[in-house]
């Protein structure tokens, strides 16, 4: 069907089932293609995010008196010393991990005979028993340390072209504003659903940086009183999974656990984990969802559903930033279009709305539908 002014419209006679399947497929394909690139295209999101994040440091600092490009200067130079900072850290804490996991191989070999002792105590045979044994050594256990830390650095791994995105992005930024402007005079819908995932973004990213940064205060100040070896090495591991929405807490615990199984035996592993799991309850299950639904109102089986789905597409990056890659698609796909935006209730989360503020949202659809069906015929 043809528009008086040209625009095309949906064949009415074209099965919604058939549409639906055509745009779950183009999104698969979308997504696998993604993938193939996504050493290129992850350095570029986490860039993009960043800017996002960072961007509100130029117009601070343009608002006391600093002219445009010192503004500028500074906040390139304030995201790329923080990547520099982390990755710098990380590379550090590894290398330091490496060389305090031999001076536990005696350690190791007593816990493996009292292993050996107390499967022999409940009567399981000497081949069962060595079947088990096979399974563990130091090496086992520092290939999972390491793995579980190169993993997080990999969100660094392509380190120089990061960069290099984020200084030109920052730079491009400067004179968005002006352009933003102009487009929202011509797809004020467009403007406004992007307007919503930027700031969104911020609010989430400022929410998981606070708590994130008082868990990793907490973690240091127990580990290092309970004496686990690299308690500053964990804190910032515990800092960066907090961006990992529902399984960042468990991946920050494993190493000290394991750490504190090689230090102290099985009692303090026990106590680390309790220890860890009562700061996660308290601070990242009871405090922080609340003000992460204030920042972002998207519902827990979404959250979870975009982890699996964006580390999927584009690795150890999509882990971290599934929540605002979320919300980007959510924006391009279902605000920008009013006979698509009540697709993103269906995404949100916390308590179910009024009845008079659902009567009052399907009122406004059917009055933005209708006004868009009038426009186009």
Do not use: C
Not at 246 to 251: D, K, L, R, S
Not at 341 to 349: A, D, I, P, Q, R
């Amino acid at each position: 069907m043809t528009h008086a002014d040209g625009s095309s419209a949906p064949d009415p006679r074209i099965p919604r089932g058939l549409i639906f399947v055509g745009a779950v497929t183009g999104m698969l394909v979308s997504a696998l293609a993604v993938r193939q690139f996504a050493a290129i295209v992850a350095p570029v999101l986490l860039a993009l995010v960043l800017v996002i994040a960072v961007h509100p440091l130029t117009g601070f600092l343009r608002r006391h008196g600093l002219p445009m490009w010192l503004a500028t200067t500074v906040t390139v130079s304030a995201v790329l010393g923080l990547i520099l900072g982390l990755a710098a850290a990380l590379a550090l804490s590894i290398a330091r991990l490496a060389t305090i996991l031999p001076t536990y191989a005696d350690r190791f070999d007593e816990l493996v005979a009292n292993v050996r002792t107390g499967l022999a105590s409940l009567g399981v045979g000497r081949d069962e028993i060595q079947a088990v044994l096979e399974q563990i050594s130091l090496s086992s256990i520092a290939e999972l340390l390491v793995t579980i830390l190169a993993g997080v650095a990999a969100t660094f791994s392509n380190l120089l072209f990061l960069l290099f995105v984020i200084a030109f992005m920052a730079l491009d930024a400067a004179g968005f504003a002006s352009r933003v402007s102009r487009a929202r005079r011509q797809r004020p819908d467009v403007i406004g659903a992007l307007d919503a995932f930027v700031k969104g973004s911020r609010r989430y990213l400022a929410v998981a940086t606070v708590f994130g940064l008082i868990v990793a205060i907490v973690d240091v100040g127990f580990l290092w009183l309970a004496g686990v070896p690299l308690a500053v090495l964990w804190g910032l591991l515990a800092f960066i999974t907090n961006y990992i929405p529902n399984v960042g807490f468990v991946i920050g615990l494993i190493p000290p656990a394991l750490l504190a199984l090689l230090e102290g035996g099985p009692r303090l592993m026990i106590i680390v984990i309790v220890t860890y799991s009562l700061i996660n309850f308290v601070i990242q299950s009871i405090i922080q969802p609340k003000f992460v639904a204030d920042a972002v109102n998207i519902s827990l089986t979404v959250t979870f559903l975009s982890l699996v789905f964006w580390t999927f597409v584009v690795g150890p990056v999509g882990a971290i930033l599934a929540v605002p890659l979320t919300l980007l698609v959510k924006s391009l796909l279902f605000d920008v279009d009013p006979k698509t935006k009540w697709m993103s209730s269906l995404l949100e989360g916390g308590p179910a709305p009024h009845e008079d503020d659902i009567a009052d949202a399907i009122r406004d659809d059917s009055a933005a539908i209708t006004s868009s069906g009038r426009d186009g015929s």
